[in-house]
């Protein structure tokens, strides 16, 4: 009962930081650093509330982590991405086993694609000058939120 309600409440905590990182980056673009280290540094705890090992679980979650980070910010440095929304993929792969990262990935994209058409045209019929800029957070926010929703809450129903 007790690990079972600390695992809701890590889920209720991350949720709370998803809503607050694509509304921040609804309004201003921007994903803050405290917030991504916030999600970062609350997965250990998500670790031990779901009894993973240290070897080879927790050596896995940092592995994919520190991937999704490394894979993202070339896509940054390459201008393709911003640097909040790289932290919070790589922050948000601690989470969550490879496959489902996998599955957060793929719906990050779809719903990336879809926040930049509304984007875009919102961007054209306000007839703002220069190029949009696109708030990917909404879009990681979005998927994050489904996973958590699909993989865990459920769990519980």
């Known amino acids: 009962?007790?690990?079972?309600?600390?695992?809701?409440?890590?889920?209720?905590?991350?949720?709370?930081?998803?809503?607050?990182?694509?509304?921040?980056?609804?309004?201003?673009?921007?994903?803050?650093?405290?917030?991504?280290?916030?999600?970062?540094?609350?997965?250990?705890?998500?670790?031990?509330?779901?009894?993973?090992?240290p070897w080879p679980g927790m050596a896995v979650q940092l592995l994919v982590g520190?991937?999704?980070?490394?894979?993202?910010?070339?896509?940054?440095?390459?201008?393709?991405?911003?640097?909040?929304?790289?932290?919070?993929?790589?922050?948000?792969?601690?989470?969550f086993p490879w496959q489902a990262v996998l599955s957060l990935i793929v719906l990050m994209a779809m719903l990336g694609g879809l926040v930049t058409i509304v984007t875009v045209i919102h961007h054209r019929m306000s007839k703002k000058p220069g190029q949009p800029e696109i708030p990917y957070g909404v879009a990681i926010s979005i998927s994050a939120l489904w996973l958590l929703g699909e993989r865990y809450l459920n769990h519980f129903a």
């Open 1 to 53: 009962m007790t690990g079972e309600f600390f695992q809701i409440a890590l889920i209720g905590a991350l949720s709370a930081l998803l809503i607050a990182a694509a509304i921040t980056d609804l309004r201003s673009r921007i994903i803050s650093n405290r917030l991504n280290l916030a999600v970062a540094a609350l997965a250990p705890l998500w670790w031990l509330a779901c009894g993973l090992e």
């Open 66 to 95: 520190a991937i999704v980070f490394t894979l993202f910010a070339a896509l940054f440095a390459a201008g393709m991405m911003g640097g909040g929304d790289v932290k919070l993929l790589g922050a948000l792969a601690l989470w």
